[in-house]
């Protein structure tokens, strides 16, 4: 069984759309990584959290830590959002674990 | 805004031979990471690097790898005797306060071993 699973494995929307990307883990925890890889393979930092939620601009991540989830949501979704969004927990020291990503593809 | 950086973008080499991977980290960080991703698959962490030893390695790095920080701004890779299935896509990341800690990537560099 994987660590982490992220469900979908790929979403298709309509520009505009509402966007929510689940990642649930079986392991202990102490942070969890949102990660973004473009369609060029660059790969950027979205959020790290231990707790609670954040927002940055369209983008809100939560995270519940007892129940082991957490999720990315997206809002007003654009075409430029369009990539494969990628949730990483940190275990041990110093390793990230990455799950399998989600392609998120927004149509015009 | 700074970046890392990564040499070269491509390198491809026959089965058996040694490779080496540049990075250049963000100037003032602290945490170096290298992480693989086949093409296909997820990224796969390798190892992470905190002063000057290594901290944490995966399976994956086994005796055919090493990592290296030569002098004050590269971090380097090394895979002694490659083969077909190190193919992949090599990405060094840096972070300033460690793992719970904004990492950010380099471009990467694709390997391609023949």
């Known amino acids: 069984k994987n660590e982490v699973e992220q469900s979908p494995q790929n979403l298709t929307a309509q520009e505009g759309e509402f966007i929510t990307i689940n990642c649930s883990y079986s392991?202990?925890?102490?942070?969890l990584h949102w990660l973004q890889q473009h369609p060029g393979g660059g790969i950027v930092s979205l959020f790290m959290l231990s707790s609670g939620k954040k927002k940055h601009g369209r983008l809100i991540a939560t995270i519940n830590i007892q129940e082991k989830h957490s999720s990315l949501h997206i809002t007003a979704s654009h075409p430029r959002d369009s990539a494969v969004y990628i949730c990483a927990l940190i275990q041990g020291a110093q390793k990230l674990v990455f799950g399998q990503g989600t392609r998120l593809t927004i149509n015009p | 805004e700074p970046e890392v950086t990564q040499t070269p973008s491509h390198q491809v080499t026959q089965m058996g031979q040694e490779v080496i991977l540049r990075c250049v980290p963000i100037?003032?960080?602290?945490?170096f990471y290298w992480y693989r991703q086949i093409l296909g698959q997820k990224v796969e962490f390798l190892v992470s690097?905190?002063?000057?030893?290594?901290?944490?390695k995966s399976e994956i790095f086994d005796d055919q790898f090493s990592v290296e920080r030569p002098d004050g701004s590269n971090f380097t890779l090394k895979i002694r005797s490659t083969k077909l299935e190190d193919s992949a896509m090599y990405f060094c990341?840096?972070?300033?306060?460690?793992?719970?800690?904004?990492?950010?990537f380099g471009p990467g560099t694709r390997l391609t071993v023949l």
């Open positions: 100037s003032n960080h602290l945490y």
């Open positions: 392991v202990g925890i102490s942070a």
């Open positions: 690097f905190y002063n000057n030893e290594i901290s944490e």
């Open positions: 990341a840096s972070s300033d306060q460690g793992p719970t800690d904004t990492q950010y």
